[in-house]
């Protein structure tokens, strides 16, 4: 790993290790943050999955996903995610999905059994970037789903078809909710990585918006989505650390850390101007850090 990445890695690791306790909801310090603590939960849990599986050898995140395995067979966890307004239906899919090995798993079958009652796991009623995300998460928890292949996934996502430029002022390539929808298809037709999202041929157009969209960022230094889209450009085929956007996206990220590690908000627009409590600053690094963290280990990792 290169040194800049490896003290970015190493510093994001250490801030999450430090701050476990806002990830779990029933501890004082998560208590009396304002953040979602459902949300920051499953994201620790996707970051635990992954890394487990991209370098099973790498004992960094262990207490991390200890708090995982205490969480998910918890009565109380699960009626938390179920009552989250809107989100409940998608939050549960991801809670089974990402159950960690081994566990008690009979909340996560009743979770996957009132889904599928409920016809959530339908495509009936779902955009296209909707049925991805639904038959991602719906294969990892081994359920059927009735959605359509991922081959066909594929022609309909917006790496096939990426949206149309975002209005001036910005400038910027993409509005920020469809380079979301592109970041995030490209992990779920890739699973992070570990395959091809899509024949080669087909993935021009994606490539061209996806670098654009990272020099524009790098430019204004939105840091989550710098993160996500040199993920991007490695679920897409490519080495971000042998093109000049990648380096320049990794060095963006640097100078954005903090001395404890974290990446302070999603954007140097949203960070904050004065001191925040411990509760608040959380609020604001927690996914930042974690998708960085994330990030760099995909772009050192063994393609499989």
């Known amino acids: 790993m290169p040194p800049t990445l490896d003290r970015l890695s190493a510093g994001t690791l250490d801030w999450l290790g430090r701050n476990l306790d806002y990830f779990d909801p029933y501890s004082e310090n998560a208590r009396s943050s304002a953040h979602g603590k459902v949300k920051a939960a499953l994201e620790l849990a996707l970051l635990c999955h992954c890394w487990t599986r991209l370098d099973p050898g790498d004992d960094r995140l262990n207490e991390p996903a200890a708090l995982i395995r205490r969480l998910w067979p918890r009565p109380d966890f699960q009626r938390l995610i179920a009552a989250q307004p809107d989100f409940a239906p998608q939050y549960g899919l991801i809670y089974a999905a990402l159950a960690p090995p081994g566990i008690d798993d ?17 495509p009936l009623g779902k955009s296209p970037y909707q ?19 991922y ?29 979301y929808a592109v970041t995030h298809s490209s992990f779920f037709l890739s699973d992070f990585g570990r395959r091809s999202p899509g024949p080669a041929h087909a993935l021009a157009r994606a490539e061209e918006v996806t670098g654009r969209m990272l020099d524009h960022c790098v430019r204004r230094d939105r840091w989550d989505l710098t993160a996500e889209l040199v993920m991007t450009w490695f679920c897409l085929g490519h080495d971000p650390l042998g093109t000049p956007s990648g380096v320049a996206a990794i060095e963006c990220l640097t100078r954005a850390q903090r001395p404890d590690g974290a ?7 949203l960070r904050a ?11 604001k690094a927690y996914h930042t850090t974690l998708v960085t963290a994330l990030m760099s280990l995909m772009v050192t990792s063994v393609r499989p």
């Not at 009743?110 to 796991?121: C, D, M, P, S, Y």
């Not at 081959?151 to 209005?167: C, D, Y």
């Not at 925040?276 to 600053?281: D, I, K, N, T, Y």
């Open 273 to 283: 101007a004065g001191p925040l409590s411990a509760g608040e600053s959380f609020r």
């Open 263 to 269: 990446i302070p908000a999603r954007s140097a627009e």
């Open 131 to 149: 049925r991805l995300e639904t038959r991602y998460y719906a294969d990892k928890a081994g359920v059927d789903h009735g959605i359509e292949p």
């Open 151 to 179: 081959e066909e996934l594929f022609e309909q996502s917006p790496l096939v078809k990426p949206p149309v430029a975002a209005p001036a002022p910005s400038g910027a390539p993409l509005a920020t909710q469809d380079a």
């Open 106 to 122: 009979r909340l996560c079958r009743a979770t996957l059994a009132r889904l599928a009652a409920e016809g959530f796991l339908s």
